[in-house]
């Protein structure tokens, strides 16, 4: 009688890992991903391949998204710039060390605030869990008074005309991505790409994901800067 080999441990390993990589079959697992719809509190990760260099590894946090357009601020590129400079008339600012975010390329005179409470302030509103957005400048000087440290400061911000958006998502420019708030309010802002591209590259290898299709269910809000 014929006697069998037995199977080696790193065998069993590779036969195991073939049945959960998501690196195995890798185009027939890509294409089994649904792709998340883009929302007010969702994340737009750039592709490795983004096409527009001014948001080449931005991660963009939609603050609206429906018929009428998108809007977002992008929150992992810190300016350098004080928000003390920006606002020299504030006097508490003086003493403080805020740095001002690059929000997008759109009405880069105005500044945004995200913020964070477990009631929103008048003059701001609900973004995604315990997330503000707010474009008042007495919200701010409320914060400053306060002494909080639980806001960001963007200039300017990005912003989609009537399925501009759906456009890119299409061509796969993006990734959607639930919202997270502690990486919103990152201290390393600039290790949050990495995380995420990282994420959604084990979903969305090479860009192989399913096709999006656009819908616009959710009404948008209208924003100006200080």
């Known amino acids: 009688m014929a006697r069998h080999k037995p199977v080696s ?4 390993v590779l036969l195991g890992w073939l049945a959960v990589s998501p690196f195995a079959f890798r185009p027939v697992a890509a294409q089994n991903v649904p792709q998340m719809k883009p929302a007010a509190g969702r994340f737009l990760v750039a592709n490795r391949r983004m096409r527009d260099s001014r948001f080449v590894k931005s991660v963009i946090l939609l603050v609206s998204y429906g018929e009428k357009g998108a809007m977002g601020l992008i929150v992992n590129q810190p300016s350098g710039v004080k928000l003390a400079e920006l606002l020299p008339d504030a006097d508490q600012l003086k003493d403080r060390g ?6 997008g390329p759109v009405a880069q005179d105005g500044i945004m605030l995200l913020l964070r409470a477990e009631t929103g302030p008048e003059g ?6 315990d997330v503000y957005v707010s ?13 909080s440290d639980s806001f960001r400061s963007y200039l300017g911000y990005s912003g989609w ?14 990734h959607v991505t639930a919202g997270d708030a502690d990486l919103v309010f990152s201290p ?6 990495d995380k995420l591209i ?8 090479a860009g192989a994901g399913p096709r999006f299709t656009p819908h616009g269910d959710a009404g948008e809000r209208n924003h100006s800067g200080f």
């Open 98 to 103: 805020d740095t001002v975010y690059f929000g």
């Open 188 to 193: 390393l802002p600039a290790s949050v790409w």
């Open 161 to 174: 005309a009537p399925g501009q958006l759906d456009h890119e998502l299409e061509r796969r420019d993006w």
């Open 9 to 12: 441990l790193t065998a069993i």
């Open 135 to 147: 474009p008042n400048r007495d919200v701010l000087d409320r914060l400053v008074a306060r002494d």
């Open 124 to 129: 701001a509103e609900h973004v995604f869990a």
């Open 198 to 205: 990282k994420q959604t590259d084990l979903l969305f290898a």
